[in-house]
């Protein structure tokens, strides 16, 4: 298959895009301006004007699929009203940008995976959450709400459309867990706030082998959530991670110190969220996960 990547530099392009090349796929990455050297054929775009070397892509032939995983980190930076504004544009232009493209071609591609999360459910406490359930509120829901309303111009042409809602992705080697690492390795780690909160997480290995799985399943359409079917407690996944590396995990980080460093807004939406989400539409479709819980994901990846 020839498929189109966005965002292959961030910690699951990388390891999509590996994957898919370890497989015999043809991979086109798409390239912002300045960013850098990226495996295999690159066309560039520019998702903060919209637009896209569309003589680039019919250059490279026969487009099978478009997997858009591009846009700002959440949880980087404390949410100011530029950086929400980062947050919101990013993903909203790259989307429509990228699922216009696909539409436009002369030859559609057959499917078109984009990015979303689960922050599309908002903060939920216990209650179990699956692709049937409402959306939440908050400026996350928002985003997410309007990022997936984004891939419109794909669906409407006709190409098989997947909304990939992506909980807590764990890898040693990026987002939330390598940040928490050192902490832990030192024996000074802990829960964060009350550690009540649910956490939806989901291995890297896992995250890429669904998106393969969903690239492959030409009956996978809408949104599908990718997070493990053993959601964990903070304070699970903190002794978890504890246990995995021999150490003591007892030093709480309280919710009110989190909230001076990284503002109220974005500690209660993304690191003190209770989201129980469960992946209903991928166990459905007869998807098995190497790493169903969270004692087997980190004892592999630790």
Not at 3 to 20: D, F
Not at 41 to 66: C, E, K, R, Y
Not at 129 to 147: M, N, Y
Not at 211 to 234: I, K, M, Q, W, Y
């Amino acid at each position: 298959m020839r498929i189109v990547i966005s965002g292959a530099t961030g910690l699951i392009g990388r390891a999509l895009t590996e994957a898919l090349l370890g497989r015999g796929d043809d991979v086109v990455t798409l390239a912002r301006p300045g960013s850098r050297t990226l495996p295999g054929t690159t066309v560039s775009w520019d998702p903060s004007t919209q637009t896209i070397n569309m003589a680039g892509l019919a250059d490279v032939g026969a487009i099978d699929a478009v997997i858009h995983l591009a846009g700002a980190g959440i949880a980087d930076k404390r949410w100011t009203a530029g950086r929400k504004a980062e947050i919101r544009e990013s993903r909203i232009a790259g989307t429509s940008t990228l699922a216009t493209a696909a539409a436009n071609l002369e030859s559609t591609p057959s499917v078109f995976i984009s990015g979303s999360a689960i922050g599309w459910y908002g903060s939920r406490g216990d209650e179990i959450l699956d692709e049937g359930s409402s959306r939440g509120d908050g400026f996350l829901a928002d985003v997410c709400v309007d990022w997936e309303d984004a891939s419109a111009p794909a669906k409407a042409a006709g190409i098989r459309t997947v909304l990939a809602r992506t909980g807590i992705v764990l890898s040693p080697e990026g987002g939330a867990l390598a940040k928490q690492l050192p902490l832990f390795r030192l024996g000074i780690g802990g829960r964060l706030g009350p550690g009540t909160q649910w956490t939806s997480w989901i291995s890297l290995a896992d995250e890429v082998r669904a998106l393969l799985f969903l690239l492959d399943d030409a009956h996978v359409s809408g949104p599908v959530n990718l997070t493990s079917p053993e959601p964990v407690r903070n304070e699970e996944l903190t002794r978890a991670l504890g246990r995995a590396l021999h150490r003591p995990a007892v030093l709480p980080v309280p919710g009110a110190a989190l909230k001076v460093v990284l503002g109220s807004e974005l500690v209660n939406e993304a690191l003190l969220a209770s989201q129980r989400v469960l992946p209903g539409a991928l166990q459905s479709r007869g998807f098995e996960f190497d790493h169903p819980s969270i004692d087997a994901a980190l004892s592999s990846m630790l």
